[in-house]
């Protein structure tokens, strides 16, 4: 009754939209009663009085997510109608078949509101424009995105649960297939294998991703590809760049079981886009959890090498002054052989790292490296020095700079002089074919005459911005530049610690004053002597200590050793684990960078315990004296079983060693028939003896009896 009060004849005067929606494919095939359900509203607009033919069905959106409707054509035609005054009511069998975003639905509602429009569910019928019912459904509209949210966060938790055991099935590249049992094992055709083995034993050869398709097409070989088609196979193709670098970056090949690489989302259109995550945040990386083509060493090499290659255009390498962060860069001489230092930068914990590197005997001779030394410890002690020893130079030192940037912005004033000229040869042109036309031919000395009026204009542009631009580039150098001059005589420490100051000027600053620097490595105290040699013969040393290793850094501390030790007496691994996560301990200790909040698992237990050479819990329990199960039934006279089922009843006691093993104690007394416990279990045992005799006794026939 309250439905029919609510329907007014201006609503039954336009159409009633019916919008039916499935999330997925699969559920419009396999979930028809829902369907069903949906098409059946249409009852409910007949009985409210609307006529068959004023009812319009929208069900083009099948198969698509209620969660965006950038991808729903069907909801966005009937968010349209809607909005020209077309729809009296609209129908869905729930809030979620309309939208399952809050945004969408607000929209909607926003919409039927300010065209008067009703909304229908299974529940009712609702008025936008009352109070109570805009309450309600925007009630329901949040609920059903809580639901949604819900959904995901279920389906994707069991997903990430499997994969960070490395047990979740992903689609495997070329080279690798399930067996039967699921195992990851390297594809059985032997021409993939050994293809695939042959890129990367090419490129440990060459070096570079671009050369290995070289020689693979100089070779005539073509690298295997497998379809997405089901069943489509593997087919063979011309190796391109783009397939090498996904087969060199991908850690499958490693035997890595790998998961969350990239981050897919959507876009305001709908279109689904991906970015890569960085190594330290993928959701999985389990190295050696199948058969691979190369170690994860080589795959960590492989990495770097790439990485080296594609900013070798980017790093400085030469002597003149770079934009590279290495302050001694063409200045730093090896203190062993003498020949200068090569700069190589990489990329470390989110940041670019400078090394000083001394290799032109391995490029010559294929020796090792002299040294290579750490750059930050130096450039910093080096800054500091130069900061001191400059003051008195830096007049001279603002008087070149300023030369620099007038010659500058003189070069720059030329090429907009070319660009005048250029521009007044144009208008020329154009003015003498305008004299040259018939003036009583008006359609073509109006064409004529607009082109020189166009080249005219761009030759007043021209001019404009010449005349802008002297006028900027004269006020930066008269005032700017003047003002930072100042400020490098009178204050050239603050300027240098400028984190706005460019590494370039750093190092002109530097050449006026430093000549070169001797760099010696120490590893015997972990540091590095600098003999710098000042302009005029003055020199100095300076010492700075090494970083520290990686292993260095992540090296657990001995005091956990000890714990672990300790704590082996009467624990085993999975308990271990558990009180050293209990007490806020981590792997590697509380400072392992990017992993600070590791957890201990009865793997890295074990891999303790391995590593350091602790004595296992087993050694331990057999030097007081346990027993394997063989041994104590042995040694009792009793089955296996037997002893199984004293321990269960606590006449024997069992000691875990791991998870699945228990070694065990040898009782003061044999338990004997006088135990009271024993006597139980004897009682027990020959009751279900006797009760098994007589259920297995054949009955006799009455001709037999």
């Given at each position: 009754m ?5 329907v ?9 939209y ?19 359900r ?24 099948q ?33 979620s ?40 459904l ?9 639901e ?48 695939i ?10 070096g ?8 693979f ?12 088609a ?31 690489q ?6 305001i ?16 990386c ?15 090499e492989?990495?770097r ?39 190589r ?11 000083y ?5 391995t ?6 490296n ?9 450039d ?24 620099e940037i007038?010659a ?9 002089c070319?660009a ?43 001019r ?22 100042v400020?490098?005589t ?12 460019p ?7 530097l ?21 710098i040699r000042f ?14 290793a ?22 085993i ?31 890295r ?38 002893l199984t ?15 699945h093993?228990?070694?065990?104690e ?29 259920n ?10």
């Open positions: 309250n439905e029919s009060r609510k007014q004849s201006h609503h039954l005067e336009r159409d009633a019916l919008y039916i929606r499935q999330s997925s494919m699969k559920q419009v095939i396999e979930n028809v009663e829902s369907t069903k949906q098409y059946a509203l249409r009852a409910r607009a007949t009985a409210l009085g609307w006529p068959d033919d004023r009812i319009v069905v929208i069900d083009s959106d198969g698509e997510s209620g969660a965006s409707a950038a991808w729903r054509e069907g909801f966005r035609r009937l968010v349209t109608d809607v909005g020209l005054g077309r729809a009296g009511i609209v129908m869905g069998l729930e809030v078949r309309l939208a399952r975003n809050n945004a969408d639905w607000h929209r909607l509602l926003e919409i039927c509101a300010l065209a008067n429009t009703l909304i229908l569910d299974e529940d009712g019928v609702y008025d936008p424009t009352n109070f109570n019912d805009r309450l309600l925007g009630l329901k509209g949040t609920m059903s995105e809580a949604l949210h819900v959904l995901k966060s279920r389906l994707r938790g069991g997903v990430l649960n499997k994969a960070r055991r490395g047990e979740y099935r992903c689609a495997l590249p070329t080279g690798f297939v399930y067996d039967e049992s699921g195992t990851v094992v390297l594809d059985p055709d032997t021409q993939v294998r050994e293809t083995a042959h890129l990367f034993e090419t490129f440990a050869r060459v570079s991703a671009h050369q290995t398709v070289k020689a097409r100089d070779e005539g070989l073509r690298f295997p590809s497998r379809l997405r089901p069943a489509a196979g593997v087919i063979f193709r011309p190796l391109t760049a783009s397939a090498a670098m996904r087969t060199l970056c991908n850690p499958r090949y490693a035997g890595a079981y790998a998961y969350g990239r981050v897919y989302s959507r876009t259109d709908g279109k689904m886009t991906h970015q890569k995550r960085a190594r330290d945040d993928w959701l999985a389990i190295p050696d959890a199948h058969p691979g083509y190369i170690t994860w060493d080589r795959y960590q492989n990495l090498l790439l990485a080296s290659n594609g900013r070798g255009y980017d790093v400085a390498r030469a002597s003149p002054p770079r934009e590279g962060g290495a302050l001694l860069q063409g200045r730093a001489v090896c203190g062993r052989c003498g020949q200068h230092l090569r700069v930068y990489r990329e470390a914990r989110g940041k670019i790292e400078s090394w590197v001394c290799d032109r005997a490029d010559s001779r294929a020796e090792p002299c040294q290579s030394l750490a750059g930050p410890p130096i910093e002690a080096v800054g500091l020095l130069v900061a001191e020893k400059m003051t008195p130079a830096a007049v001279e030192l603002a008087i070149e700079i300023r030369k007038e500058r912005y003189e070069e720059a004033d030329q090429l907009r070319r005048i000229e250029r521009a007044q040869i144009d208008a020329d042109l154009a003015q003498r074919r305008f004299m040259m036309v018939d003036p009583g031919n008006r359609l073509v000395a109006d064409t004529l005459e607009s082109d020189w009026n166009e080249k005219l204009r761009a030759l007043e542009k021209a404009d911005e010449r005349e802008r631009a002297r006028h900027e580039d004269g006020i930066a150098i008269d005032e700017a530049l003047r003002d930072r001059l400020a490098m009178t204050d050239f420490k603050r300027l240098w610690s400028d984190p706005s100051t590494n370039r000027e750093r190092k002109r600053m050449a006026y004053v430093v000549e070169d620097a001797t760099l010696v490595k120490q590893p015997a105290d972990g540091t590095t002597k600098i003999h302009r005029g013969g003055q020199t100095t040393t300076l010492t700075t200590v090494n970083p520290k990686s292993w260095e850094k992540v090296k657990t501390p001995a005091e956990l050793v000890e714990l672990v030790d300790r704590l082996l007496d009467r624990h691994y999975d308990e271990i684990a558990d009180i050293l996560n209990a007490r806020g301990l981590h792997p590697g200790g509380a400072a392992w960078p990017g992993r600070g909040g590791a957890r201990f698992t009865p793997k237990v074990q891999y303790l315990v391995h590593t350091y050479d602790l004595r296992p819990r087993f050694d331990r329990l057999r030097a007081r004296g346990l027993l394997t199960k063989k041994e104590l039934a042995a040694r009792l006279g009793i089955h296996e079983s037997t089922s004293w321990v269960k009843h606590g006449i024997i006691k069992a000691h875990a060693y791991n998870g093993a228990w070694l065990y040898e009782p003061a007394t044999h338990p004997t028939k006088h135990c009271s416990r024993w006597d139980r279990l004897s009682n027990r045992a020959a009751a279900a003896r006797a009760s098994r005799s007589r297995q006794r054949p009955r006799l026939k009455a001709k037999e009896v």
